[in-house]
């Protein structure tokens, strides 16, 4: 079992930066194949990038390719979401999300434990 919790969201201009973090509680977190996701008002849950256990491989939809980086630190137990060059469409509720199997996937249902979540609004 893992409990996450994401923090770092907020309000920022089209344009703008914002860093997300995701911490996890126990002591296996770099046995987690961690990602994040994000979900529009009205709109399905979508993979934003994903990233394996030692951090070496990572993955990204193609829509943030270039303008967000995923990171972790094992020994902080925490991954990290760095997002640059916000657009308004990047607005959402951003979720980390969490599963054993060191295998890349944009499907949400793979991921067995999620975080409750953090607001993320570009303004134009």
């Known amino acids: 079992q893992v409990q996450l919790v994401e923090s770092g969201g907020g309000l920022v201009q089209a344009g703008g930066s914002l860093r997300l973090s995701c911490t996890a509680s126990?002591?296996?977190?770099?046995?987690?194949?961690m990602g994040w996701f994000r979900q529009a008002p009205g709109k399905e849950r979508e993979f934003v990038a994903s990233v394996s256990w030692s951090g070496a491989r990572t993955y990204y939809a193609e829509y943030v390719k270039g303008r967000f980086t995923i990171s972790r630190d094992n020994a902080k137990n925490t991954v990290y979401l760095q997002m640059n060059s916000l657009k308004p469409e990047d607005t959402a509720v951003y979720y980390c999300a969490a599963k054993v199997p060191n295998i890349a996937t944009i499907d949400p249902k793979a991921y067995d434990f999620w975080g409750q979540g953090t607001q993320v609004t570009v303004s134009s």
């Open positions: 126990g002591r296996t977190f770099s046995m987690y194949y």
